[in-house]
């Protein structure tokens, strides 16, 4: 299971941290991500963290987000600062391997609005 929380509604130019806390997996096992979906549009993966710490993003949140994994607390951390309107999204966290067929969270959504 993966339980997402830390959305809300945002400024503009502000930042929001997400946090994700893993259970039923080995969570050393995997790559963990981070996606979003915004209305109207498909998931798309945001940010991913393997289980050495090394971190990827999408050119959309490159040098805005920072995203983390602390093993002891199986948690993932996401972190995006310089909202923008369009980060406005559901955002979920998974293995960066996960598709439509897999089990998803409920998400925690983001708002950025003046």
């Known amino acids: 299971q993966f339980v997402e929380s830390g959305g809300g509604l945002a400024a503009p130019g502000g930042s929001v941290s997400l946090s994700c806390v893993m259970s039923g997996i080995i969570f050393t096992d995997y790559t963990m991500a981070w996606y979003r979906q915004a209305p109207g549009k498909q998931r798309e993966l945001v940010a991913s963290?393997?289980?050495?710490?090394?971190?990827t993003y999408a050119a959309s949140v490159q040098g805005r987000a920072t995203v983390g994994r602390d093993h002891s607390v199986k948690t993932v951390y996401l972190r995006v600062s310089d909202l923008k309107p369009e980060d406005t999204a559901v955002y979920y966290c998974?293995?960066?391997?996960?598709?439509?067929?897999?089990?998803w969270g409920p998400g925690t959504e983001v708002t950025v609005s003046s």
């Open positions: 998974n293995t960066d391997m996960a598709d439509e067929h897999s089990y």
């Open positions: 963290v393997t289980n050495r710490g090394k971190t």
